[in-house]
């Protein structure tokens, strides 16, 4: 069987569960984005239906940690009210579809990295880029910019880790 033909099936299996499929795994789709929920959220509407993306390979400042604000403020300026083109990775846990987000010709997860408000995420930035957007990591972090002006930031799978009594 195909992945197209398994995407499908999928998306009919989430539809008979009441669950909304709005783009097919892969495939490109323009949506307008109508909320940002932090740095690497966004809530979206395609075609009269309402959904949440995250941001691939990237993650963003937690809320209760420093820069959270800034880097949602930042992702709000890039994107909010806007239609932007989204590239679907995959589903996550949480139904949300993870995609790569294009505005303007630019790839707004490689943004927030270059900006200071995102660390390329280790566990799953897997591609090719990936080892661009650690350059891009790497020039922001020398450079002070954004989250980078710490000098000691904790990544959010850290973070997260501590509030739950998780270690990576």
Same mark, same amino acid.
């Given at each position: ?5 398994l995407t499908v099936m999928y998306c009919v299996f989430l539809l008979? &569960?009441?669950? &909304? ?8 789709s323009m949506v307008r984005v109508t909320r940002v929920i932090d ?9 009269? =239906?309402? *959904?949440? %993306? ?21 992702? =709000? ?12 990775? *995959? ?14 010709? =630019?790839?707004?997860?490689? /943004?927030? %990295? ?13 591609? /090719? %880029? ?12 020398? =450079? ?14 850290? *973070? ?9």
């Open positions: 069987m195909n992945n197209s033909l008979s &569960v009441g669950v &909304v499929c709005p783009v097919l795994a892969g495939e490109q740095g690497d959220s966004l809530a979206v509407e395609n075609k009269g =239906r309402a *959904y949440q %993306i995250r941001l691939w390979g990237i993650d963003s400042p937690e809320w209760g940690q420093s820069f959270s604000s800034e880097a949602k403020a930042l992702c =709000r300026d890039l994107v909010e009210g806007r239609t932007i083109e989204i590239q679907e990775k *995959y589903r996550d846990r949480f139904g949300r579809v993870v995609a790569l987000v294009k505005i303007d010709g =630019r790839v707004v997860n490689e /943004e927030m %990295i270059r900006r200071g408000m995102a660390w390329v995420h280790i566990r799953y930035c897997d591609e /090719e %880029i990936c080892a661009v957007w650690r350059q891009r990591e790497r020039e922001a972090r020398n =450079r002070g910019l954004g989250l980078w002006a710490d000098p000691n930031p904790l990544a959010p799978w850290e *973070y997260k880790g501590l509030k739950h009594g998780k270690r990576w």
